[in-house]
């Protein structure tokens, strides 16, 4: 027999636009007490844009929001969290050299009758929620020296001590391993037992079955439904949320290798994380590397492209070998970095797209250090149709598109250089499912027209639809080569958790 759940939010025909954009269309929604409710949809959907309706950074135009039955005028951040609405972004918003107590009463700190903050009672009182939560942390900690499970934990305390009775979880798995994500599920249960209520947003459709109650999809900024998830497919909820039949087979259907090895890194050592590590990439083919969180992945390539510091070891692009690897260097040498957080390293958001396409190779639309802004906007177009950027014009600002749209800006700006030999770090990650199946496609094309690949990814299931031959990373090492042909996911994960050694 089914409990009868309070209904605690209730949105009614909220409208939302920009300049030139209609980002919510007559969109409802509700929560119920207790609940995990599951918000999905394409990035563009409008999901982001109810959500800081929700918390107070967007206003409505039109529509009505009510709390507990009542309706209510969301206008600031304050009016949210008097209301009990509390969200956590995916990047957290805390300050990394105060403490874990700091961080969490930040700007609400307890006073004493002198007017002095009440430093006893702001630990003893964060130290509560952290117990409360099983997070084995003690309130004292630097918040700098906590991992991003931890992190988390915080930024669920810090919403706590505000008393929210809501909690907006924004893509809150996309950078934990699978045993902290099954923490974060345990901490998830616990608080909606206690009858806090949970926007949950992510594009793993795999764990929303497994933490979720209903679900609503969001298609181009409009409801499409509203399921109860034990009654929903995962090939219904692709098919909400894109209008369309996605295919979830392999994308790579040839191996378009030759035997020409285009990059080489041989024996790099780079820090602690990067332990005698080797790997080659030939013409044409697509090269992942996999394995468990902090396993050296990021910190292997940051070496082989010049960030990071290489200790010892060689790299050989083209067969030439490197005699000072910088990043400069390395894209003179044709090669390009996609980053894991291409909004804090591959993209200048406040400025608009034609920029961001040309700022790696400016001296290819310039004569004699003037930039010919003819060539860089037809530049900036093809690339635009090419990658199918969804965008009102090349003026539009990197940080007001989607991340599906940003990734292909980013991408542009390599090609723009011609860069033959690419490097996608977590190239979906916070990719919503049809932005992603354009992305792999995109790559499929790239190593079908002659360029190389190396993929880095978390994601077992992307492996499998893309790569031809795939490196397995532990503790810094390459530990296992193997080809797609022939090996399963369990193969990858049995290397990448040292059960192979067992």
């Avoid at 030939?282 to 990071?308: C, M, N, P, Q, W």
């Avoid at 989607?402 to 033959?420: A, I, P, R, Y």
């Avoid at 002659?450 to 499998?464: A, F, R, T």
């Amino acid at each position: 027999m089914s409990i009868l759940r309070k209904e605690i939010l209730r949105a009614e025909k909220i409208n939302k636009s920009f300049p030139g954009v209609k980002a919510l269309s007559d969109v409802s929604f509700n929560l119920l007490e207790g609940e995990v409710h599951i918000l999905l949809g394409e990035n563009g959907a409008g999901k982001s844009t109810l959500m800081k309706i929700f918390s107070g950074l967007y206003s409505i135009d039109s529509g009505d929001i009510y709390i507990d039955g009542q309706k209510v005028s969301i206008r600031s951040t304050k009016d949210s969290q008097d209301l009990g609405i509390a969200i956590i972004y995916q990047e957290f918003n805390l300050v990394p050299h105060l403490t874990v107590a700091q961080n969490i009463y930040l700007g609400r700190e307890p006073l004493l009758k002198s007017g002095n903050i009440d430093k006893a009672r702001m630990r003893r009182d964060a130290q509560e929620r952290l117990d409360f939560l099983k997070a084995h942390i003690s309130a004292d900690t630097e918040v700098a020296t906590l991992g991003v499970a931890q992190q988390q934990m915080v930024e669920i305390a810090k919403a706590l001590s505000q008393n929210a009775r809501i909690l907006i979880m924004d893509e809150p798995t996309a950078a934990l391993s699978e045993q902290e994500i099954e923490m974060l599920f345990c901490t998830i249960k616990d608080l909606t037992a206690h009858g806090v209520s949970i926007i949950y947003i992510s594009h793993r459709l795999q764990e929303l079955k497994v933490i979720g109650d209903r679900i609503t999809i969001l298609r181009d900024g409009q409801t499409v439904g509203t399921r109860d998830l034990a009654e929903i497919t995962l090939d219904d909820m692709v098919h909400m949320m894109v209008g369309r039949t996605v295919s979830r087979d392999r994308v790579r259907l040839e191996n378009t290798a030759t035997d020409e090895i285009v990059l080489e890194a041989r024996h790099i050592h780079s820090g602690r994380a990067v332990q005698d590590a080797s790997i080659n990439v030939r013409k044409g083919e697509i090269v992942a590397i996999s394995g468990l969180v902090g396993a050296g992945r990021t910190e292997l390539v940051h070496a082989i492209f010049g960030i990071d510091k290489m200790d010892s070891g060689e790299v050989y692009i083209n067969g030439e070998k490197q005699a000072r690897i910088t990043p400069t260097s390395s894209i003179r040498k044709g090669l390009g970095l996609l980053p894991e957080s291409r909004k804090e390293y591959g993209l200048s958001l406040i400025l608009p797209i034609y920029q961001n396409i040309t700022q790696a190779a400016l001296k290819k639309a310039s004569t004699w250090g003037v930039l010919r802004l003819k060539d860089e906007r037809d530049a900036t177009q093809e690339y635009i149709e090419r990658l199918k950027i969804v965008c009102p014009n090349m003026r539009q600002k990197v940080v007001n598109l989607s991340g599906g749209n940003q990734q292909k800006v980013v991408l542009g700006k390599w090609l723009f250089t011609e860069s033959k030999i690419l490097i996608f770090d977590e190239p979906t990650r916070g990719i919503d499912v049809g932005a992603r199946d354009e992305i792999y496609h995109l790559i499929c094309d790239l190593a079908k027209a002659g360029n190389s690949v190396l993929v880095i990814s978390s994601d077992l299931p992307e492996i499998m639809t893309i790569a031809d031959r795939i490196y397995v990373m532990r503790l810094g090492r390459i530990v296992a080569e193997l080809p797609y042909e022939g090996t399963t996911q369990e193969d990858i994960i049995r290397y990448a958790s040292g059960g192979n050694e067992a």
